[in-house]
Each structure stands twice: as structure tokens, then as C-alpha cells.
């Protein structure tokens, strides 16, 4: 189980790093970062970003999802992920 810590904000939230079919690593993000990432509206004018460091942050994460997954074995964590993202597990 491989890890990467993000910084936003003076907390630190640990994500997960996964590899793809074609051996990327992707960088999986908890909902409780995407929701810090992204407090306002999307229909904000800076589309519900906290600010620009946010967004940058954003764009480094692969996929969010709940907390709990981030805690599962490798394989199950993508099993979870090939759900949405079936193209990038197989």
C-alpha cells in the first residue's frame, strides 16, 4: 500500500497511489479533501475552488472517493475504482 501526503490549508490528508493497466500511478484523494478543495458552488466563478492552490491540488488527484476505501488492500481499492473508471483497470 503505497501512500502520498497532501498538505492544504495546514492539514494533511493522506491519499492512496495506485497503478493503472498501462502502469501509471494515479493518486487517489479522500471526498473529505475534494470537499476542502471545493467548499463553494460550482457556480461560484472560480467554480467552487477554495482558491488557486485548490485547484492545483485538484488536478493532481486522479479520483476521490470515501475515506473507508482508502483504507482497503491494493486490489480491493480497485476494485472500487474500476467501477467508474472500468478503462483505466483493465
Excluded: H
Excluded at 13 to 18: A, D
Amino acid at each position: 500500500m503505497r501512500t502520498n501526503d497532501l498538505e492544504f490549508e495546514g492539514r494533511t490528508y493522506t491519499c492512496r497511489v495506485v497503478e493503472s493497466a498501462d502502469g501509471e500511478d494515479l493518486l487517489i484523494g479522500s471526498t473529505e479533501l475534494l470537499d476542502a478543495l471545493q467548499p463553494g458552488s460550482f457556480e461560484d466563478a472560480n467554480e467552487g475552488f477554495a482558491n488557486k492552490e485548490a485547484e492545483a491540488l485538484y488536478d493532481e488527484v486522479f479520483y476521490f472517493t470515501e475515506p473507508e476505501n482508502l483504507l482497503l488492500p491494493d486490489e480491493e481499492l480497485i476494485e472500487v475504482l474500476k467501477e467508474s473508471n472500468p478503462d483505466w483497470f483493465e
